[in-house]
């Protein structure tokens, strides 16, 4: 049985103040069935973590470096951020891999890193609109898939998030056929490499997740929560999220 999971990512927002959300969050699902998880900027999370002790939220970061430490200005490695509180990380994200020049092969190093580690990571993976727009979908995700997973995980330690690179932050989200689609694609792909473990691994739908179509997203098959970017910023939208989801 998988445990399902509410994933947060604040990308590049919250201050110190914001950690107030992280309190009503808390004080809003003392005890949900599915994990929840909010993964702040660096610069929050071992405030963040200390706030969420004793408490169902975990924290968690939104990226690592592949080294365990070194001369990288500016980098975190997994390690670091397991020692500031995190317990998962998201490695993959398509901000990431457009902003930083993130290939595949450079996602599979630091998901190995984050499992080597100790930390679950959330590996993200999404087609363009161009890309399904040319009919290459599922050509993409087999692609990405394969290239970017890890040598050695588990359901323990990894979570696969799909998230379409056009329904990020643009309120458009995939159509309940299209999630439906690629999630069981994935699923199907897990199971060739992994035999029946291959069910264990946790799949997430990213790409303006909301209150209003939270319910009929998790209702989804094969999809087991959200990782949710704009509607993660505050307990008031995250909660109904995360309510949908236990009820799911
Ligand atoms: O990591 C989260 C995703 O990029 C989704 O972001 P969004 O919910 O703001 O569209």
């Known amino acids: 049985m998988r445990r399902k999971l509410a994933a947060g990512n604040w990308k590049m927002n919250g201050l110190g103040a914001d950690l107030a959300e992280l309190d009503r969050l808390c004080a809003a699902h003392p005890a949900p069935n599915c994990e929840m998880l909010i993964c702040p900027p660096a610069t929050l999370i071992h405030r963040a973590a200390t706030l969420a002790e004793g408490t169902a939220l975990r924290i968690g970061g939104q990226d690592c470096h592949a080294a365990t430490s070194g001369a990288h200005t500016g980098d975190l490695s997994a390690e670091m951020l397991r020692d500031a509180g995190a317990t998962h990380v998201i490695t993959g994200h398509s901000e990431?891999?457009?902003?930083?020049?993130?290939?595949?092969?450079?996602?599979?190093?630091?998901?190995?890193?984050?499992?080597?580690?100790?930390?679950?990571?959330?590996?993200?993976?999404?087609?363009?609109?161009?890309?399904?727009?040319?009919?290459?979908?599922?050509?993409?995700?087999?692609a990405q898939l394969s290239d970017s997973l890890p040598e050695d995980f588990s359901g323990e330690t990894l979570v696969v998030a799909y998230e379409p690179v056009w329904a990020i932050g643009t309120g458009k989200v995939a159509s309940l056929d299209q999630i439906a689609e690629v999630h069981v694609f994935l699923r199907s792909q897990l199971l060739e490499r992994l035999g029946a473990d291959g069910d264990l691994i946790r799949l997430l739908y990213g790409g303006s997740v909301k209150a209003a179509n939270a319910a009929e997203i998790f209702a989804v098959p094969e999809v087991d929560g959200a990782l949710v970017g704009g509607a993660s910023l505050t307990a008031a939208d995250f909660t109904p999220i995360v309510t949908a989801l236990d009820r799911a």
């Not at 891999?97 to 092969?105: F, I, P, Q």
């Not at 609109?129 to 599922?138: D, F, K, Q, V, W």
């Open 96 to 142: 990431r891999r457009a902003d930083h020049g993130e290939t595949d092969a450079i996602v599979r190093a630091k998901t190995e890193a984050a499992i080597a580690a100790g930390l679950t990571a959330i590996l993200c993976l999404g087609e363009s609109l161009a890309e399904r727009e040319s009919g290459r979908t599922l050509d993409v995700i087999r």
